[in-house]
């Protein structure tokens, strides 16, 4: 348990916010006022960074993938140590993503990042819900998200259907 005092989830959900504005806009070019020396990823695409250096190289990388990036938080809800993102990034497929060689099509990511603060600066980070959409140049569409299959609508009568 941390001898530090939690800060607000007002505090956090505003330190969680500017950090992922400026490091997908790339003006963010040092992480020390946001992130821990010494920070654990899980779940990260591609790489787990472990340190800022790799974090910021984690960054720059997805700078590289996509080209003309647009970054959108979709839902945000802060506590006094955590805050939990749902996030979208969209642009040109430039580069290799999780698997996908580069496309130069229209390239979605979107997931949900779970991060946990001490001291006023992120120390973990967790990924996951992670899915992608591609849609190539040629007009082929691919996407990790399954088909929802809605259940066959029973009578209320019926034992099983």
Request: aromatic fraction near 14%.
């Amino acid at each position: 348990m941390s001898s530090h005092q939690p800060f607000s989830h007002h505090h956090n959900e505003q330190l969680v916010r500017e950090f992922l504005q400026a490091a997908h806009s790339a003006q963010i070019k040092h992480l020390d006022a946001y992130v821990a020396e010494q920070v654990k990823c899980w779940g990260f695409p591609e790489f787990n960074p472990g340190n800022r250096d790799e974090y910021q190289g984690f960054f720059n990388y997805i700078a590289d993938v996509f080209a003309a990036q647009t970054f959108s938080i979709e839902q945000l809800l802060a506590g006094d140590a955590q805050v939990l993102v749902r996030f979208r990034i969209s642009g040109k497929h430039h580069e290799e993503f999780m698997g996908l060689p580069a496309t130069f099509g229209e390239l979605e990511f979107t997931a949900t990042a779970l991060f946990r603060l001490d001291a006023g600066v992120i120390h973990e980070v967790w990924m996951y819900n992670k899915h992608i959409m591609l849609q190539t140049a040629k007009g082929y569409r691919y996407s990790t998200r399954s088909t929802i299959t809605l259940p066959q609508v029973c009578s209320m009568h019926a034992i099983a259907c």
